[in-house]
């Protein structure tokens, strides 16, 4: 399974080829350990398959002894107050590593300060915090943004008005790549952010925010997003009888059915950028390795995957219906991104 990896990091490439597959490490020293996940939001597409890449890797891992458990837990919204709970009871638990999708970069940090208190190894990944006891696994959120603009820069030399959608509020990652896009806006100044909407990384939210918003818009040249709600976007403009402008997709896999049968139909371009919903692996071998007694350097950067209009087809062919294109990771795959950040 072949995978576009538009950010170039120090352990290299090659981290995407084992899609599925499973490396079990022969170590006794974790086979006690407990590990949980604490999530803080399900509500889209990439949670549900976060959720199930966790269940993929763990589950063997398990099954193996690698370790006593790896069980995943999911707060009912995406409240800080309730996932610092969550997080307190893990704690009482006894559970010797927490993997965290954190609400909120700051609001958790007196619960993991707790659980590092206690002794627990705290992973935190997409939505990281900013305790510094805490590990940070987190693609350059950011970048991610920035590229946006750069290709629409490339598409569109004369710029235009653009519509932004961001996230779910108050989220380090809603808050990165909107950073982001309008860094590369500040770069590219022939375009303007006209308008901008939460769609929550869903593409009914989205939809609907887009619907809100667009009679008082005028002419958008570009969509910048940041995944889950380009088709959601695609539906709203067309709902409205608007030309399609260039939306930047988000690697669901109802916007690159959608991409690929515009493509068919008119030769319509555009690009697909988002972190891998596999990340939790990843996150779950660097506790296991951390458990294991292996020196980890506190902040590791993967790289987000991008699908271009070369790789559409294939990318579109390996990503399941209602699915996102994913990357999920083995031990081997953690050790070489440790190694690399060393």
Known sequence: MTRKILLTTAFG????????????????????????????????????????????????????GVVAAADAFTTGENSATEQAAQIQNMILQGYDAIVVNA?????????????????????????????????????????????????????????GNLLEIRGLAGVFVDDEISAGIHAGVAEH???????????????????????????????????????????????????????????????RQDELLWWSEQKAANGYETMSVSIAPGVSTLAFWVAQQILDGNEVPKELVVPFLAITQDSLAEDLANTPVGGVANVEYTLEDAQEVIAGAM
């Open 13 to 64: 490439a090659g981290l995407g080829t084992a899609l599925g597959l499973m490396a079990v490490p022969a170590v006794a020293d974790t086979s006690d350990s407990r590990i949980a996940l604490s999530n803080n939001y399900a509500g889209n597409s990439w949670r549900q398959a976060m959720l199930t890449s966790w269940e993929t890797v763990t589950g063997p891992a398990v099954a193996e």
């Open 103 to 159: 609400a909120s970069p700051t609001a958790l940090n007196g619960a993991v300060r707790e659980a590092c208190d206690a002794g627990i190894v705290v992973v935190s990944f997409d939505g990281i915090v900013t305790e510094p006891c805490a590990w940070r696994i987190a693609v350059d959120f950011h970048e991610m943004g920035r590229v946006q603009i750069e290709y629409l820069a490339e598409h569109l030399p004369d710029g």
């Open 189 to 251: 100044p022939q375009f303007e952010i006209v308008g901008s909407v939460h769609g929550d990384w869903a593409q009914d939210v989205a939809q609907r925010a887009v619907a809100g918003i667009l009679p008082s818009l005028p002419e958008i040249v570009g969509v910048v997003t940041q995944g889950g709600d380009g088709y959601g976007a695609a539906q709203a403009i067309a709902a409205a009888g608007r030309d399609t402008p260039i939306i930047i997709m988000g690697n």
